[in-house]
């Protein structure tokens, strides 16, 4: 996952300054897609032996949608997730992002428009234990070249709009589970992101803290209008979403 993190932060500076208040909307206005996934084809190859993770995904997603990735360990959620996001390439098709293909985007320019407009939250929290939570959400701010004040600016926003504003300066291991979850989503909304990836993001949470962080999730989709792709095991996730896309065997198989 530290990898998946790494590939987020890295921006050009000059081109990375995102206004502070920047929002994609109120609510939900007129829906027009956002993602458009067309034949993705991915394998993996170890030797001889080969693993089809995707065959032949269709999948539209639209603006201000909570959409919901499940299906059993292994029939290629996360993978979708990765390729649809950029992250990792696949053999074939086309995924188009905001009208324009990533096939049309060299690596450079995939990394920028991750760092500019979208934000990604992981079971796995991936914070930096020995710094603030304020800090954390404001790095990758800092590494994309805004300025220190108004990045901590922004990072403070974010904090408090996921109710964190008392907790800027507790490190993670200060904080609860619950309350750590809330930092990333702090982070990956800190540049106002379109799109919103989110892989297990209540896999380490206890009941409590799932609600709230589910809770959160949907109050900043309805609210300030962000596309949210959540892969998940959890019925209690899916049943917060507008849809439900399933999969088995790397293959679409409901879309509800």
Request: hydrophobic share 40%.
């Amino acid at each position: 996952m530290s990898q998946t993190w790494t590939h987020t932060l890295q921006a050009e500076p000059e081109e990375q300054v995102v206004e502070s208040g920047q929002t994609n909307g109120e609510g939900h206005g007129e829906r027009t897609p956002i993602v458009v996934a067309e034949q993705i084809h991915k394998t993996f190859r170890s030797g001889e032996v080969e693993v089809h993770a995707l065959r032949g995904v269709d999948l539209t997603i639209l603006t201000g949608e909570m959409v919901a990735i499940m299906g059993p360990s292994g029939c290629g959620k996360t993978t979708l997730l990765n390729t649809l996001s950029g992250l990792d390439s696949f053999d074939d098709g086309q995924v188009t992002i905001e009208g324009t293909p990533l096939s049309d985007m060299n690596d450079r320019k995939r990394t920028e428009y991750r760092a500019q407009r979208m934000g990604f939250v992981f079971q796995s929290f991936n914070l930096l234990p020995v710094i603030s939570a304020v800090e954390n959400v404001e790095m990758p701010l800092l590494v994309s070249g805004v300025r220190p004040a108004q990045a901590r600016k922004q990072a403070l926003e974010s904090l408090d709009r996921v109710g964190l504003s008392d907790r800027a300066s507790h490190r993670p291991m200060q904080l609860s589970g619950g309350q750590i979850q809330r930092v990333t989503i702090a982070r990956a909304l800190v540049n106002n992101p379109a799109l919103v990836w989110a892989d297990e993001p209540t896999g380490n949470l206890d009941v409590v803290s799932s609600n709230d962080v589910l809770s959160l999730m949907q109050r900043l989709n309805e609210e300030r209008d962000q596309t949210f792709v959540i892969v998940t095991h959890d019925p209690q996730v899916a049943a917060l979403c507008e849809r439900i896309v399933r999969m088995e065997d790397g293959e679409i198989v409901a879309n509800e």
